[in-house]
């Protein structure tokens, strides 16, 4: 059972287009933090968030509490985008689950 | 960028011999954790610490043991290394926010760890 879904697994994309990558989880948290690794590169944080939204850059992030669901947007993508994007979820037992990753290609 | 270092990032190593991975910090935060990176799977936690000498384990302890005995370096040992354990290794720091952990999570650039 995994406590944090991601979907899709795979997602080619076309320069300029938007794209949306989704995240459900089946816990309660404490915060919700979404994740970039490039190809055999460390992982960096994009955003943690709680409730509502946030912006930096062309990144968008939003959450459901009580959906338990929460997207990230990237719009008018670009090459360098081209990354695994993670979801991961820290809870109350101060633990951290992770889904399995988004693969991001950007084409020119 | 926190500062957070692994050490080394790449290590080629033997079956039955034993190897320790080193993580770093340099932001005074109370959690620790090593994780494994493996395809077909999200971070799997391996065993984490929330103080000096405090350390569980998580989800894949089988053959690995940690200590902590000091604040900023957490040390991930490989007893008698499998080549199941070939993986890549990451730590990750983080602080608790109001008895939450609901801070930004910092990982090191990961180790590469091959098991022949």
């Known amino acids: 059972k995994n406590e944090v879904e991601q979907s899709p697994q795979n997602l080619t994309a076309q320069e300029g287009e938007f794209i949306t990558i989704n995240c459900s989880y089946s816990?309660?948290?404490?915060?919700l933090h979404w994740l970039q690794q490039h190809p055999g590169g460390g992982i960096v944080s994009l955003f943690m968030?709680?409730?509502g939204k946030k912006k930096h850059g062309r990144l968008i992030a939003t959450i459901n509490i009580q959906e338990k669901h929460s997207s990230l947007h990237i719009t008018a993508s670009h090459p360098r985008d081209s990354a695994v994007y993670i979801c991961?979820?820290?809870?109350?037992?101060?633990?951290?689950?992770f889904g399995t990753g988004t693969s991001l290609t950007v084409i020119p | 960028d926190a500062g957070i270092t692994q050490s080394p990032r790449h290590k080629v190593t033997e079956t039955g011999t034993p190897v320790t991975l080193r993580c770093h910090q340099t932001?005074?935060?109370?959690?620790m954790y090593w994780y494994r990176q493996d395809p077909g799977h999200g971070l799997r936690l391996i065993h984490y610490?929330?103080?000096?000498?405090?350390?569980d384990k998580g989800e894949v302890s089988d053959g690995y043991s940690v200590s902590r005995s000091k604040t900023e370096d957490f040390l991930l040992t490989l007893e008698s290394a499998t080549s199941s354990q070939t993986s890549v290794y990451f730590c990750?720091?983080?602080?608790?926010?109001?008895?939450?952990?609901?801070?930004?999570?910092?990982f090191g650039q990961g180790t590469r760890l091959t098991v022949v």
């Open positions: 968030l709680s409730s």
């Open positions: 990750a720091i983080s602080e608790l926010s109001g008895g939450y952990l609901n801070t930004e999570a910092f």
């Open positions: 932001e005074n935060h109370r959690y």
């Open positions: 610490s929330y103080g000096v000498k405090d350390t």
């Open positions: 816990v309660g948290i404490s915060a």
């Open positions: 991961a979820v820290s809870n109350t037992g101060n633990q951290f689950y």
